[in-house]
């Protein structure tokens, strides 16, 4: 079975740019995460979809972050523009979405980015 | 605030020893509980949880023990292997939000 697929895996850009991430989850998820893991910290959820809507993005910095699910399936995450702050490992995860605890959460590789 | 609390950032354990990695909680609306495993450059990977009715959950050199009162979990790996040595996260959750809530991490290191 494959696993959460994310790409790109490193991207590196100046402040104040703009960077996209994509997403696919294991096929047959209904829910898929995005995390934000800064170094030295744990991953922090910013925005959970249940097929293309939206559950909980409460702590979605909306000014400047972005993300969408059109079509049910793979998601693509935005920084438009990005701040120093920014750096970090964002992680996508995907689980069965059967609304219980026990729906266990598996996560991609992530993107690390670095903003310079 | 930090509901979630791994207080121990890196462990050392010699090969065939026990690893006993600890994680605290304050939030008394958790009731769900999970470990999960980094290697560098991969995502986490799920290894066990517990729910609150229990207090204990094994699988195979893994164990989960569960302390209510003390709001308190941790995970034991008997014996430990180099193929051990990663940060293990702690995650917590609340019936019906099924928000994952990560503790910081704790980088053991299983010497040969």
């Known amino acids: 079975e494959a696993g959460v697929a994310q790409s790109p895996r490193y991207k590196i850009i100046e402040k104040r740019q703009s960077v996209a991430f994509w997403c696919n989850p294991i096929?047959?998820?209904?829910?898929l995460y995005w995390y934000q893991q800064i170094l030295g910290q744990g991953p922090k959820l910013l925005i959970q979809?249940?097929?293309?809507?939206?559950?909980?993005d409460s702590q979605l910095p909306k000014d400047r972050f972005s993300a969408e699910r059109l079509k049910g399936v793979d998601s693509t995450l935005k920084i438009q523009p990005a701040k120093l702050e920014d750096s970090a490992v964002y992680l996508c995860?995907?689980?069965?979405?059967?609304?219980?605890?026990?729906?266990?959460?598996?996560f991609g590789p992530g993107t690390r980015l670095t903003v310079l | 605030d930090q509901q979630v609390k791994q207080n121990s950032p890196s462990l050392s354990v010699q090969e065939g020893r026990i690893s006993i990695l600890n994680c605290d909680y304050t939030?008394?609306?958790?009731?769900?509980f999970l470990w999960y495993k980094k290697y560098p450059a991969e995502g986490p990977t799920f290894l066990i949880s517990?729910?609150?009715?229990?207090d204990k959950n094994e699988d195979g050199r893994f164990t989960v023990f569960l302390n209510k009162s003390a709001k308190h979990l941790s995970l034991h790996i008997v014996p430990s292997q180099p193929g051990d040595s990663a940060v293990y996260f702690c995650?917590?959750?609340?019936?019906?939000?099924?928000?994952?809530?990560f503790g910081t991490g704790t980088r053991l290191k299983v010497l040969a």
């Open positions: 939030n008394s609306m958790f009731d769900y």
């Open positions: 979809f249940q097929n293309n809507g939206v559950v909980d």
């Open positions: 995650a917590a959750i609340t019936s019906g939000t099924y928000k994952y809530i």
């Open positions: 995860a995907s689980s069965l979405g059967v609304g219980a605890s026990t729906d266990t959460q598996y």
């Open positions: 096929s047959g998820h209904a829910t």
């Open positions: 517990i729910s609150s009715i229990k």
